[in-house]
């Protein structure tokens, strides 16, 4: 991921590839973009402005680039080159069942609008985090997402 949060072309594209491993069997599947042109022309797109992500201020020309467009993949990108927490719909899931007690239906982050959705995750993710490593240090960022994606696949039938 350190190669990849500096910008390394092969580092960016072997995490992203990478991002949805493990199915429920735990069977490992990579996303082989090239042989997905759709999903291939937004990483190519996200390489494109990827050097005026990486300046100062990027993560504001980062977020205009992606306002309107591959909302998941956004997101991920965003996580690996600013270090902000992963968010996906399990883990926006889990968030809407703490906040409304409820389990809420397997739903999609808006288009419109979804900087601010994830800000306030944002925000919210870090609250609980350090409410959870007040009573267990070792409660790390990651422990935390896949905690939150493990309890929205329990709780609900998402196909990966």
């Known amino acids: 991921i350190q190669r990849a949060r500096a910008g390394d072309h092969a580092a960016l594209r072997h995490v992203t590839e990478w991002k949805n491993v493990g199915g429920r069997n735990g069977e490992i599947y990579p996303v082989a ?3 997905h042109p759709q999903k291939e022309a937004s990483f190519q797109f996200f390489l ?3 050097p005026g992500y990486l300046e100062p201020g990027g993560q ?3 977020r205009a680039a992606f306002a309107n467009r591959t909302k998941v993949w956004g997101k991920f990108w ?3 080159l600013f270090g902000s927490p992963l968010f ?4 926006l899931r889990a968030r809407r069942h703490e906040l409304l007690g409820q389990i809420p239906p397997l739903e999609d982050v808006p288009l419109q609008g979804h900087w601010a959705i994830y800000d306030d995750y944002c925000l ?5 985090l350090a409410h959870l490593q007040q009573n267990n240090a ?3 960022e990651r422990i935390l997402d896949r905690a939150l994606m493990m309890w929205s696949m329990h709780n609900g039938e998402l196909p990966l």
């Open 78 to 80: 965003h996580h690996v």
């Open 88 to 91: 996906d719909r399990h883990t």
């Open 48 to 50: 494109g402005g990827l």
């Open 33 to 35: 973009f090239h042989e």
């Open 60 to 62: 504001h020309q980062f």
């Open 124 to 128: 919210w993710f870090g609250q609980k």
């Open 138 to 140: 070792q409660v790390s």
